[in-house]
Each structure stands twice: as C-alpha cells, then as structure tokens.
C-alpha cells in the first residue's frame, strides 16, 4: 500500500480515467438513482427554520448538553436541537401548542433550579425559512450562469456545459445523502451546498486548463488522439486533486465526528456534512464525470476523429500515450516534438 502511494505522490501512476468512463458513467448513475430514490421516498428531514418552530433560552450554567436534551424530550418536545450561546442554552424544538410549551417551560425550570419566566420562548414561522430557500435558489441559479460564462469565455461552451453537468451531479448526490441519513437541512447546510460547488468547480478547472494546455497544438502530425492527451492530462494534476481534497477534508472531518460526537453541535453538523459528502463527491466527479464527458464532446469533433482514425490505421496512439504518461506534460510533448535536450544531443 505504501508502495501505491509513493508511486502515486511521484506521479508515476498512470489510471486510464477516460478509458474506463463507461464504469464511471454506470457509478454515477447508480449514485444518482440510490440519491433521486431517497429525495422521493424519504425525503429532506426540514430544520424547524423551514417547517417553523419554537426557541426555548434560558440560563442554567451546571447543566450539560444531555440534561437539557432529555429534559425537553421528556416534556413532550420531539426535534430537539442543543446550542450553546453566549448567554446561555438555545434549544430549538418543532412548532408546540400552547399548553405543551406551558409544560415544557416548567419541566426545565424544575430541573435547573428557575422560574418559569426565565425559560423564553421565540415562536419562528416557516415563512422565514422559504424566504431562505428562495434565495438559496437564486444564488444557486445566479452561480450557475456565472460558471457557464466564466468558462465558456475563459476556456469553451463544452467545458463549461462538463462543469455544470459535474455540479448538478454532486449536488443531487450530496442531497441525496441527507434524505437517507435523516440529517436536518438548515440554513448552514444551504450555505454547505453553495460551499462544495466552488469547491468543485476549482477542481474541474485545474484539470481543464492543464487539458487545454496539453491539448491546444494537438493537429495532423500528432501521436496521441485528444482522449489520450485528456487522460494524460488528468494523470498529471492527480495527485494535486487529492491533496487538495485530504488537506480540505481532514478538518471537516473532525468537526464531523468529533466535534458532534462530543459537543452536539447542531449547526457545525449541518455544514460539515454537506462539506464532507461534497468535497469527496466533487473529486470524484472532476476525475470520472466531468473529464470524461468533456472528452465524449470533444472527439465528436472532426479534426479529433480525423487524428484518431490516422493513429488507428497506423496502429501507433496506444504506444505514443503509453509513453508520454511517463514523461512531462507539454503542448510540444502532445504535438509529438522532441524535448530540447535530445535536440542538442543530435547535433
């Protein structure tokens, strides 16, 4: 295992991604089927700040985060989240009638040694919450047009349409993940959601630009079709991807399952799984999604096809992107140029 990642860390890992794309588009597939599945039949599990709720406060400086969860469930209260403040315990319940908040405000002032009047209770309505969903839709949207753009002028409509397809792709799936484990969706996973795109996005564009560098003097003389060089391109950032990725993920982790292990935070929850699940997901999908789609465009392409139907009657593609994934990614390496240094050894 040690040798794998040594090998892997110098680069000297050669996975044919775009070959083997029809197993990736079958994972994908499945991924988004299991998602869709839950989000139909399950369902998202909507935080009160959607559904509405009740916000009890109050200050009991001897209590723990268990004392105050059993005492509200034992009350009658059943969504119950735990936050700490500055000024005390913020415990969010679902929507209670009146005489079921009579009753839970005098459970938690028997409990904690306070009067009934020092447990507040703030009623929050649902219509709050859809005003956040409604924003979180255009922002969504806005972010969207903004991605098609910025790649279609900065690289092409194809990319950019690889992109968006890879976004949509995570984003289903992370949604997916919530229907299933019964995490609450919050405001903060919202904002988790819109998080993982841009993270997503800069990993696809690194491996489109190096795509776009390998592949801009690809003409009539090269030795390598246009999903060789992709896939030699691809194997060049890799372990760029996955450092960016265990860098990123190694304290979202943490405050995954340890910060809500230990310390029940409720909002930190809501925001680390959607950061967790995206961050992976979207490494995923730049390698095996977006990369391979984008290379199913390409050589639809006449110049490409004309390069690949060439490579094939001479029998030579195979052998040339065999050998150029073990040397240095360049446009010249992609045109089949010689390196400089052979260049002064001839002469």
Known sequence: MSGIARRLYRGEVDVDFVGRKKLW????????????????????NLGVEFKGGSVFSFKAPAANIEQVRTTFGDAGAHQVIVQT?????????????EEEVTTVQKAVAGKFGLKQDQVNLQVIGASWGGQVADKAVVGLIVFMLAIILYLTVAFEWKMALAAVVALLHDLVITAGVYAWSGFEVTPATLLGFLTILGYSLYDAVVVFDMIKEVTAKLGT?????????????LNHTLIRSLNTTLVAILPVAAILFIGTTLFGAGTLKDLSLALFVGMIVGTYSSLCVATP??????????????????LAAHGSGSAAAAKSTRQPVTAGAANGSAPDADKRKKK
Request: aromatic residues 8%.
């Open 25 to 44: 588009y079958g994972l994908s597939a499945v991924l988004l089927v299991i998602s869709i599945a839950g989000l139909i039949f399950h369902g998202l």
């Open 85 to 97: 403040t500055n000024n005390g315990w913020r415990v969010t319940t679902e929507s209670l009638p």
């Open 221 to 233: 003389t090269s030795k390598m079709t246009y999903t060789q060089a992709a896939n030699n391109a």
């Open 293 to 310: 789609l984008l290379v199913t465009l390409k050589e639809r392409e006449s110049r490409y096809q004309a390069i690949a139907r060439r």
